[in-house]
Structure formats: structure tokens, C-alpha cells
């Protein structure tokens, strides 16, 4: 690890490359949380009847400014599946109507839209971005081809999950719309891997975790909603809001600012994790963003090479994410796809590596991905290709 480790109360033992997964939360921002809970306790109710409303207009100012939004259109959410799912339950799909989602769409998510679809008789229409691809131009063909008058939604990551790729979306989302089909938007990954301009992307909704690559507390994250969509868009539990005679903020304000007590601390800490880890290098996020790209970008060369293959995909595609695809082995029938592939407890009970393994539906059939965040250095991916070259060979790259 980088020296930036000592910022982390990550296990020195175990070289620690899936920050994608669950984030990590620096100790700087784990204490101001701590510092809130605390305030919290010493006296509840002025904190939550007296004081709740002004401190969380004030973390989703600095949110907004952070990811290009009006505060007043953002609401915060546990987590970019609690986002997804508000979404979905809140709209009104028909039978006929058709459904159109990405076969790297994230399982909770794509579980979630099998609900929605299955509540209203709607069809759910499962588009297949190849794996190896060789330009975005294949995603954006791929997504705008499987639309018909009869679409009504498109959920589509920003940053895939499984396969760690930058989806182009400011060429979707304006393609979708020009057609009168508005965009979910999974973008759990995206916050603080990706400069954001929420507002100009255009899309109707769109979801993000906050306690990935910003490194806030777990249990925050935002949804975004554009204006003209607010007034369909409820939270998913209803409360005072629902009816307040307030005229002084928006229906959406009133529903999302409270649904039920709850320990708001991750939410307020999102300032905290936003300066922190804006500081840590002199050209701040801009930097730290281009640094884990870089990184990235650098592992994937290296297992790459240990591997013999080619680069999956454009570096244009690449966040601080980075997947290649895995020799194929004899599949598991037991084993779903997207679930992780036992390569992943390999290389973590006999190394003591954490990355993410899954297996994938179609060829290549295994993917394995790696996360860069400030902490890591490159000598760690040259232990994983090291380890990964030693247990292929092992088993005869099956």
C-alpha cells in the first residue's frame, strides 16, 4: 500500500484491490460521523426536531455542487439500490410496455426492474454489450437498438458492476430522449470516479453511492430526480410528508428530507468525506481521479501480460475500475451467473488478496475485477498476476 494507507483502517495483511465492492471509509470521516452520532445522542429530539432539517439542506448543498445539481433535486438514499427501487416503485408501467436494460446490469437492479415488470404485465427487453467490445460506439448501438415505440424506461449503469466499464452516456441519455424514453440511471459507482454534471446529463433519475469512491460512511448515497419528474417520484416509505401543509419547500423536499427516525450521521458526513479526500493530493479530486485511472489503466496492463490477452476493452472505458476476462473453467450448475467466481476465495485464502471474480453468462464466462483507489500501488497488482499465473497453471487454466 501507499503511504495514503496510514488514512485507513484497513488489515495491513491482506493487499486490498476490490474497493469497488464496499468502499472504505478513511478514519478523518469515520471520526466526524462519530462526532455527529454523538451530538445526536447528547440530546434527540433538538437534534432531530431543531436541527435535522438545516444540517441536511446544508450536506446536500455541498453534494450538488460536488456532483452538478440542484440540491433542491437530489434526495439522499441508503444506497444506490434503495435509489433504484424508489424509482420503480414509484412509476406506472402498463402491459405492452417494454423495459430495456443491460445484460452488465447489476443483479439487485435488474432484480428490482423484474418486479416492476412483473407487477404490470411490462415486458423487459435484455440488450447484450459484448465482452470484449471494441469501441463505445457497440454500447450505444447495442442500447438504442433495442428500443421500440413501446419502450417507456431504460436502466443502464454508468459504470458497470461486474466488468468495471465506463458506459457513454452523454451520447445515450440524449439519443433515449430524442426517441420520448427517459433513463434510470445506475449509477452506483460513478460519484467520485467520474466528474458528475447531473443537470446537463438530462437523465430523468439518477442513483449513486456515496460510500464507494467518495469514501463516506456506508448507508449514503444519493437519487437525483429532474424536475419535471419529481411530482411521480415517492419515497419508499411514506410519511409526514405526504401531507404537510408546508408551502415553503417542494412536495419532493417534504417526502425525501424525513421518512422515519433514523441515524442521518452517514448523510451528514458526505462534506466531511468531500474536503478529506479532496485534500489529499494538490490538485484535489481532478487529481485523485486521473491518479486511480492511471493506476488502474497500469494494473489492468499487468495482468494483461500475465495473462497473454489483449485489453477488453478502450482505455476511454476505464475508471478506477478495471476487469479482464478469466481462462474458462467447467461451469458450476449450481452457481448463478454474476455470482463470484471461486477463483475470488483462491486467491484470498492463500494469499490473502481481495478482489472481485464473477462469473459472466456468455464468453468469456469469468471476469476478474480490480479497483485503484489512493491507497493501493502498483506492486500489489504485480502480487495478484503473480498468484493468479500460479493457480491457473495449477489447474490447467480450468
Known amino acids: 500500500m501507499t503511504d495514503f494507507a496510514r488514512h485507513w483502517t484497513l488489515d495491513p495483511a491482506v493487499t486490498f484491490l476490490n474497493h469497488g465492492s464496499f468502499g472504505a471509509c478513511p478514519k478523518p470521516v469515520l471520526e466526524a460521523q462519530q462526532e455527529l452520532r454523538a451530538e445526536l445522542e447528547r440530546e434527540p429530539v433538538d437534534f432531530m426536531s431543531r436541527h435535522w432539517e438545516r444540517r441536511m439542506d446544508a450536506a446536500r448543498a455541498e453534494l450538488g455542487r460536488f456532483v452538478g445539481a440542484d440540491p433542491d433535486d437530489l434526495a439522499f438514499v441508503a444506497n444506490a439500490t434503495t435509489g433504484v427501487n424508489t424509482v420503480l416503485r414509484s412509476l406506472d408501467f402498463s402491459a405492452g410496455d417494454e423495459l430495456v436494460v443491460t445484460d452488465h446490469e447489476y443483479n439487485a437492479s435488474h432484480n428490482a426492474l423484474r418486479y416492476a415488470a412483473g407487477r404490470a404485465g411490462a415486458r423487459i427487453v435484455v440488450v447484450r454489450i459484448p465482452l470484449p467490445l471494441a469501441s463505445p460506439d457497440e454500447v450505444v448501438d447495442a442500447v438504442l437498438g433495442g428500443v421500440t415505440p413501446r419502450t417507456r424506461l431504460v436502466l443502464i449503469d454508468h459504470v458497470t458492476s461486474a466488468t468495471g466499464l465506463v458506459f457513454p452516456l452523454e451520447r445515450i441519455v440524449p439519443a433515449l430522449r430524442e426517441r420520448g424514453v427517459e433513463t434510470l440511471v445506475d449509477g452506483a459507482h460513478a460519484p467520485g470516479m467520474l466528474p458528475l454534471s447531473l443537470a446537463s446529463l438530462g437523465a430523468a433519475f439518477y442513483t449513486g453511492n456515496s460510500h464507494k469512491w467518495m469514501c463516506t460512511p456506508k448507508g449514503s448515497a444519493l437519487l437525483y430526480v429532474r424536475p419535471d419528474q419529481q411530482p411521480r417520484i415517492h419515497p419508499l416509505s411514506i410519511s409526514h410528508g405526504a401531507n404537510s401543509p408546508r408551502t415553503d419547500r417542494s412536495r419532493f423536499r417534504l417526502e425525501f428530507d424525513f421518512t422515519g427516525t433514523q441515524d442521518p450521521s452517514a448523510f451528514l458526513a458526505v462534506p466531511a468525506a468531500i474536503r478529506f479526500m479532496g485534500s489529499l493530493l494538490p490538485g484535489g479530486w481532478d487529481e485523485l481521479r486521473a491518479?486511480?485511472?492511471?493506476?488502474?489503466?497500469?494494473?489492468?496492463?499487468?495482468?494483461?501480460?500475465?495473462?497473454?490477452?489483449?485489453?477488453?476493452?478502450?482505455?476511454?472505458?476505464?475508471?478506477?475500475?478495471?476487469s479482464v476476462p478469466l481462462p474458462p473453467r467447467s461451469p458450476d450448475p449450481m452457481l448463478p451467473p454474476l455470482a463470484t467466481d471461486p477463483i475470488m476465495t483462491e486467491l484470498y485464502e492463500r494469499r490473502r488478496i481481495e478482489v472481485l471474480a464473477s462469473i459472466w453468462p456468455e464468453s468469456p464466462k469469468r471476469v476478474l475485477r480490480v479497483s485503484a483507489q489512493i491507497y493501493n500501488c502498483e506492486d500489489q497488482y504485480r502480487q495478484l498476476a503473480s498468484a493468479l499465473s500460479e493457480i491457473l497453471a495449477e489447474t490447467g487454466r480450468d
Open 291 to 322: 491518479r486511480n485511472r492511471a493506476l488502474a489503466i497500469r494494473a489492468r496492463a499487468i495482468l494483461c501480460d500475465a495473462l497473454a490477452i489483449d485489453p477488453p476493452a478502450p482505455e476511454a472505458m476505464v475508471g478506477s475500475l478495471a
